[in-house]
């Protein structure tokens, strides 16, 4: 394996990781991100301030910042899409290009150069590199994550679970996959994973002291629901002033 492929993809990877998206559509919408809620430049504090869309747009860009290092770090060392989409064929070299572009995105959105270092959780990022590693449990877990917020309303408790589900399948096939498993993918999952927790080291504090701050999606669509009704009903008002 060549190191200077490993070189371009650590750096480029870790430049995408710099990206903040919420920042960049914050600014668009005039409104500081940064300033608001719990200050975290992600997925949940976008929704909390900004509403259910932007927030989704948040979740889907910051993915991309998972995916594409992904994808670039298993073609570049001999993956194909069909093995992603089958589980099988690819060597043990692409998985370890895959997490290798996965966990320098992920260190340069919690530790941007560009940010002071100061930068977001990663949770999306990591999402969308196990996605790109097994898009069918993705899915699923996504599906699962989803109703585990609807029931405990705790978006931080999500991205334990999912995170936590994620390294466990991927430790457990990749090491079926290899026979006796890999040491490098082995250091790559268990730094991913304690790199997430240490990201929400301070929603870990919260949790355990009952502080934690909640999301309801239920509440929110609602919400949504009724604002936009009442924006149709002055318009309808507006329309029979000017009649």
């Known amino acids: 394996m060549e190191w200077w492929k490993f070189l371009i993809l650590i750096v480029c990877s870790y430049l995408i990781g710099n990206i903040f998206f919420a920042r960049i559509i ?41 995916i594409i290092p992904a994808l670039a770090g298993f073609y570049l060392f ?11 064929g690819a060597s043990i070299e692409a998985y370890i290009g895959l997490f290798t572009g996965g966990l320098s995105a992920l260190v340069g959105n919690i530790f941007p150069i560009f940010y002071k270092f100061k930068g977001g959780k ?6 969308g590199m196990y996605c790109t590693a097994s898009p069918i449990l993705g899915v699923i877990i996504f599906l699962g994550g989803f109703l585990f917020l609807l029931l405990f309303d705790y978006a931080s408790l999500v ?7 994620f390294t466990i399948f991927e430790a457990y096939y990749l090491g079926i996959v290899t026979g006796s498993g890999n040491i490098v993918i082995s ?3 268990f730094t991913i994973f304690c790199l997430v927790f240490f990201a ?12 934690e ?19 149709m009903q002055k ?9």
Do not use: W
């Open 26 to 66: 914050s600014q668009i919408k005039h409104y500081d991100i940064s300033k608001s809620g719990s200050g975290n430049p992600g997925t949940m504090n976008m929704l909390r301030n900004l509403g259910f869309g932007i927030g989704i747009l948040t979740l889907v860009l910051d993915m991309l910042k998972g």
């Open 213 to 231: 701050n909640r999301i309801n999606f239920i509440q929110k669509l609602k919400r949504k629901k009724k604002n936009k009704l009442t924006k």
């Open 235 to 243: 318009e309808e008002l507006k329309q029979k002033e000017i009649g």
């Open 187 to 189: 250091c790559l999952l």
């Open 122 to 127: 990663g949770a999306a990022v990591v999402y």
């Open 78 to 88: 001999g993956g194909q899409v069909g093995n992603l989409i089958t589980g099988k």
């Open 159 to 165: 991205s334990f679970f999912m995170v936590t589900i």
């Open 200 to 211: 929400h080291r301070q929603n870990i504090f919260r949790l355990l002291t009952g502080c």
